[in-house]
T-cell receptor
Framework: DTEVTQTPKHLVMGMTNKKSLKCEQH?????MYWYKQKAKKPPELMFV???????INESVPSRFSPECPNSSLLNLHLHALQPEDSALYLC????????????FGPGTRLLVL | QKEVEQNSGPLSVPEGAIASLNCTYS??????FFWYRQYSGKSPELIMF????GDKEDGRFTAQLNKASQYVSLLIRDSQPSDSATYLC????????????FGKGTKLSVIP
């Protein structure tokens, strides 16, 4: 089973709202990732958690706040977003060591008004 | 700067033909390479990964890696209209790296 699930599928929020994106996997993977993808662009890495510790933060604005409550769950807390943050947000996971295959979830389509 | 380069296309092939997608990478330390297929509005789906020089076949797909030339390719045999998508080439940047560097993707259209 190579399934990563993400909720919600779609999200519309105002610039003053607080919302959260959720990602879950039950493959026993120990590395989880958040990517942002704009139309006609490749995914851009935002954060990497390895063994539940934040190991990479690609200079993402503080209005994005990741959280890894356990090895199966990854959240992305959103606050005071800008319209330019509208994008497809992708979660991925891999076994846990570097250089391994990353499996993507279906994504959350976010629109910031 | 570590880069992965792909021809953005679009690449058009007739149904039943072989589609050839190419990718070059700049980081000689890259050790693992991936091809993802992405349909419009959907998330990337893993097609193939390759770590060693040479060819790797999986059904209609063959990945080829030439580390000396820093070149990766994906061949799709007997192309079907359902293969029409954007294909993303990605590389891991050296030992200990969790970071995937993506190319900008090649849009493939298979014409019935």
């Amino acid at each position: 089973d190579t399934e990563v699930t993400q909720t919600p599928k779609h999200l519309v929020m105002g610039m003053t709202n607080k919302k959260s994106l959720k990602c879950e996997q039950h493959m026993g993977h120990r590395a989880m990732y958040w990517y942002k993808q704009k139309a006609k662009k490749p995914p851009e890495l935002m954060f990497v958690y390895s063994y539940e510790k934040l190991s990479i933060n690609e200079s993402v604005p503080s209005r994005f706040s990741p959280e890894c409550p356990n090895s199966s769950l990854l959240n992305l807390h959103l606050h005071a977003l800008q319209p330019e943050d509208s994008a497809l947000y992708l979660c991925a996971s891999s076994l846990g060591h570097a250089q391994e295959t990353q499996y993507f979830g279906p994504g959350t389509r976010l629109l910031v008004l | 700067q570590k880069e992965v380069e792909q021809n953005s296309g679009p690449l058009s092939v007739p149904e039943g033909a072989i589609a050839s997608l190419n990718c070059t990478y700049s980081d000689r330390g890259s050790q693992s390479f991936f091809w993802y297929r992405q349909y419009s509005g959907k998330s990337p789906e893993l097609i193939m990964f390759i770590y060693s020089n040479g060819d790797k076949e999986d059904g209609r797909f063959t990945a080829q890696l030439n580390k000396a030339s820093q070149y990766v390719s994906l061949l799709i045999r007997d192309s079907q209209p359902s293969d029409s998508a954007t294909y993303l080439c990605a590389a891991h940047s050296g030992a200990g790296s969790y970071q995937l560097t993506f190319g900008k993707g090649t849009k493939l259209s298979v014409i019935p």
